[in-house]
């Protein structure tokens, strides 16, 4: 398996525009974490999605924020308008259920990671 | 609310030596994950501890699950330079109540030759 694919890896925006993240978990995998890291803040969780749906997203830090994931294989993460406090690196990562049972999940994987630049 | 606090937050070591970091909370988890990030990567598996009072080893290192729920640590033994980086805890939620994931605050660990 590929792993976690993130793309782009670095994107250099103006402020203003609208950015969009994309990831794909890997397959067989149904839950998916957005994580936003920065030196100040650390690894903050934004949302997560179980089978596709999003689950919380408390961490969502304002309306500007978005996330989507149409199917299992997909997610997005859109900032808009975008503002130089977005600046950071944004992770993705997915996990699945390990034993059905006991309701203990798995291990997450983590996404390399886009690096946003918003100038 | 729900937080991890991992310590130390960063440690200088000569190589050689043991070293040992941890993390607590005041929710109980359903599993502690233990990762190592490098500068430009993303955050990679160590060790994965499923059950309280679980001991684990991945060649030097080893984690423990605390009996509690509520704590786990992690030791590398003989520290070597390609140790340097950032270890981060995480503990998962029970999958039946959502799975969040969420972590700690990080270790940064420097290891002189």
């Known amino acids: 398996d590929a792993g976690v694919i993130q793309s782009p890896r670095h994107e250099v925006t103006e402020m203003g525009q609208e950015v969009t993240l994309r990831c794909k978990p890997i397959?067989?995998?149904?839950?998916l974490f957005w994580y936003r890291q920065t030196m100040m803040r650390g690894l903050e969780l934004l949302i997560y999605f179980n089978n596709n749906v999003p689950i919380d997203d408390s961490g969502m830090p304002e309306d500007r924020f978005s996330a989507k994931m149409p199917n299992a294989s997909f997610s997005t993460l859109k900032i808009q308008p975008s503002e130089p406090r977005d600046s950071a690196v944004y992770f993705c990562a997915s996990s699945s259920l390990r034993d059905t049972s006991t309701w203990v999940g798995t291990e997450a994987f983590f996404g390399q990671g886009t690096r946003l630049t918003v100038v | 609310g729900q937080q991890l606090n991992q310590s130390p937050q960063s440690m200088f070591i000569q190589e050689g030596e043991d070293v040992s970091m941890n993390c607590t909370s005041s929710?109980?988890?359903?599993?502690w994950l233990w990762y190592k990030q490098d500068p430009g990567e993303g955050p990679v598996l160590l060790i994965a501890l499923y059950k309280a009072g679980e001991l684990t080893s991945n060649g030097r290192l080893t984690a423990q699950f605390g009996i509690t729920r509520k704590d786990s640590f992690l030791n590398i033994s003989a520290s070597i330079p390609s140790d340097v980086g950032i270890y981060f805890c995480a503990g998962t939620f029970p999958y039946n109540q959502g799975g969040k994931l969420i972590f700690g605050q990080g270790t940064e660990l420097s290891v002189k030759p």
């Open positions: 397959s067989g995998h149904n839950s």
């Open positions: 929710s109980i988890f359903n599993t």
